[in-house]
């Protein structure tokens, strides 16, 4: 016999749904607001540029190692795993337009989203939950200061310019990768390797990439900012905040690619 | 202590009716209080009592259930979010953890509120101030230093000078003593008192160590359920009959 069922005590399951239907609800509610609150304060004064340079050169500058080996790595292991397939058409000098069209559609952006949203979106939400848990927030706050202008909005901003950037930087390097890898087996020039890789890339590509990485950018630093921001009080908030803008961040950015793909396809 | 001038006729903060919950747990049943301008006033409780809520609430940080909150003449549950920063120019706020940013150096945390409330303060001035205030609390020395390599007494004299920096006129002191040693504890007590002095604030006080509250209160007000149940000197509270005040009293000195 199930013990909960005979504990008078103990939730009816009809209730335990409806409450976390509930609790669901409220939080898109929350963060809806959140973004409400975003979009209010980006466009009034003050603009708080410093902050903001100081937050793209963390987000950016300080992504590049990482960034740079995935991306590299990425081109390699894409082109190698390629080239049978192709070969057995004896269809290799196709290699660049097939590379180049998956790593500027797919790839860069997608590749670049998932490590920022695991290094940045993480490091927003942990940094904002212990600001938030020691008060520092508040602090800021009495101090005459708008915490969410100079915390969240700056955090925003910053990945929403700066993952658009990173995502050309990796399309680049994994091109390279890719090229490195193309050139030891096919001989190709580099020359005729960008090429090809240009020709087979139309203005929807790139205008697409670009614009699904603004997306992309914004998401993890509203998500990571999000958890951080509200996350509860204690320590144990504070991985929590930094878990939870992990793990939302990777399945929105996720969700944006297959809305995103259907619709640029739609145009093609 | 030298009697000091205290404008009784000058309320700079008066409290009417205030209530406070959080979900079934109703914090603050009707306060009623008034702090005069140069006044020390110390606020006694329990813990759990509602204490810190009733100076967030001063402060803006909450918002009351209902009744009325004038701080400096203005109703504070009333005011858009850029009189509020106004309000917050003239409230320093001594949090109990100093809530220092740990990013950044002592410098740093108290040029912040400076910077970020006169754009147009050239380096060589808000150096000056902010040598100033770390000089009012006697830790020069501590200028580069990081939060992180302070003691818990140097975190929360540097707390107090970064609320100084702004040159409030009301302070609002949030366990300023808890988790101290002794000796430090009167320390925090004569730097309180000598803020006091030399800039002429009115505080508030929040704590339940009784030598803080003897030290420096010009007045203690001690909440009791949700009210404020007794108000008066130090000697006049304890004096009273009622039998949580005696059991306060008589846990603080005897533990």
């Not at chain 2, 109990?96 to 147009?120: C, G, I, W």
């Amino acid at each position: 016999m199930d013990p909960n069922t005979d504990n008078p005590e103990s939730p009816k399951p009809k209730y335990v749904v409806s409450k976390r239907l509930d609790s669901m609800f409220y939080s898109i509610y929350h963060a809806y607001q959140f973004i409400l609150r975003f979009f209010r304060e980006v466009f009034v004064p003050p603009y708080e540029f410093k902050e903001i340079i100081h937050q793209c050169y963390e987000v950016g500058y300080k992504s590049l190692p990482l960034i740079s080996l995935t991306g590299f790595i990425t081109g390699i292991v894409f082109t190698n795993q390629s080239r049978p397939s192709l070969a057995n058409f004896g269809a290799t000098s196709w290699l660049p337009s097939l590379i180049s069209i998956a790593i500027v559609r797919a790839l860069a952006p997608l590749v670049t989203a998932l490590i920022a949203a695991g290094k940045v979106g993480s490091n927003m939400g942990a940094e904002l939950g212990s600001m938030k848990v020691t008060e520092q927030i508040d602090a800021m706050e009495v101090s005459a200061t708008n915490p969410f202008k100079y915390l969240v909005v700056s955090r925003i901003i910053a990945t929403t310019f700066m993952i658009p950037v990173l995502v050309m930087y990796t399309a680049f390097v994994a091109l390279f990768g890719a090229f490195l890898s193309v050139h030891s087996n096919e001989q190709t020039s580099f020359a005729m390797f960008f090429s090809q890789v240009f020709d087979s890339l139309s203005f929807l590509d790139i205008f697409s990439t670009t614009f699904k990485s603004t997306v992309f950018g914004f998401t993890i630093g509203a998500v990571g900012c999000y958890h951080g921001y509200n996350s509860s009080k204690g320590t144990e908030g504070v991985g929590r905040a930094a878990n939870s803008a992990v793990v939302a961040a990777m399945f929105l950015i996720f969700v944006e690619e297959i809305i995103i793909v259907q619709i640029v396809n739609a145009f093609r | 202590m030298q009697q000091k001038a205290i404008d009784r006729n000058n309320a700079v903060i008066a409290i009417k009716d205030l209530k406070k919950s959080f979900g079934d747990l109703h914090v603050l049943r009707g306060v009623d209080l008034e702090v005069y301008q140069g006044e020390n006033l110390v606020v006694l409780g329990r813990s759990g009592t509602g204490k810190s809520v009733l100076i967030k609430i001063i402060s803006g940080l909450l918002y009351p259930d209902s009744g009325e909150v004038n701080v400096l003449g203005r109703e504070v549950e009333t005011l858009n979010s850029r009189d509020l920063m106004e309000l917050r120019l003239k409230v320093g706020f001594s949090f109990q953890n100093s809530a220092l940013y740990d990013s950044m150096t002592v410098r740093k945390n108290l040029e912040f509120p400076l910077v970020r409330n006169s754009r147009n303060l050239r380096r060589k001035e808000i150096n000056v101030q902010v040598e100033r205030v770390l000089e009012a609390v006697g830790l020069s020395q501590t200028i580069e230093q990081m939060p992180s390599e302070l003691s818990g007494g140097q975190r929360k004299r540097i707390g107090i000078a970064r609320t100084l920096i702004l040159r409030p006129e009301i302070m609002l002191y949030d366990e300023p003593t808890a988790g101290l040693d002794p000796i430090t504890c009167i320390e925090i007590n004569n730097l309180i008192n000598e803020v006091q002095e030399k800039y002429n604030t009115t505080s508030i006080i929040i704590t339940h160590d009784l030598t803080c509250a003897k030290q420096t209160g010009d007045r203690i007000a001690m909440l009791l359920d949700g009210q404020f149940a007794i108000q008066g000197t130090f000697d006049e509270v304890f004096a009273s009959p009622d039998e949580r005040v005696q059991s306060f009293y008589n846990y603080n000195f005897t533990k």
